[in-house]
Nanobody, 124 residues
Framework: QVQLVESGGGLVQAGGSLRISCAASGRTRSMYAMGWFRQAPGKEREFVAAINWSGGTTYYADSVKGRFTISRDNAKNTVYLQMNSLKPEDTAVYYC?????????????????WGQGTQVTVSS
């Protein structure tokens, strides 16, 4: 089992930046690809970004490409999402997810463990 805890969410003005983190504990000696997903009020959860175990391959949703950067520090069992040029439509609960594979995907159903989420609110 792997436990995931997100942190770093908050309120930010449009155009601002925020970095959220996801710390993993438990069976972290196994190799996991990691992903970030988000769910806005009244909408379904959607893919944001993903990174393979080595950090060498990343994927992004078109809506965040060029503004968000996913990274990871395997020594700290932590994955990050740097969010720049934030827009009000980025407002959502952001979830971290782990996949029991070295390869990342964009599919929500491919991920095995989920965090509780962290709220990101972007004011206009």
């Amino acid at each position: 089992q792997v436990q995931l805890v997100e942190s770093g969410g908050g309120l930010v003005q449009a155009g601002g930046s925020l970095r959220i983190s996801c710390a993993a504990s438990g069976r972290t000696r196994s190799m996991y690809a990691m992903g970030w997903f988000r769910q806005a009020p009244g909408k379904e959860r959607e893919f944001v970004a993903a990174i393979n175990w080595s950090g060498g391959t990343t994927y992004y949703a078109d809506s965040v490409k060029g503004r968000f950067t996913i990274s990871r520090d395997n020594a700290k069992n932590t994955v990050y999402l740097q969010m720049n040029s934030l827009k009000p439509e980025d407002t959502a609960v952001y979830y971290c997810a782990a996949r029991r594979s070295v390869l990342a995907t964009t599919g929500e159903d491919d991920y095995d463990y989920w965090g509780q989420g962290t709220q990101v609110t972007v004011s206009s």
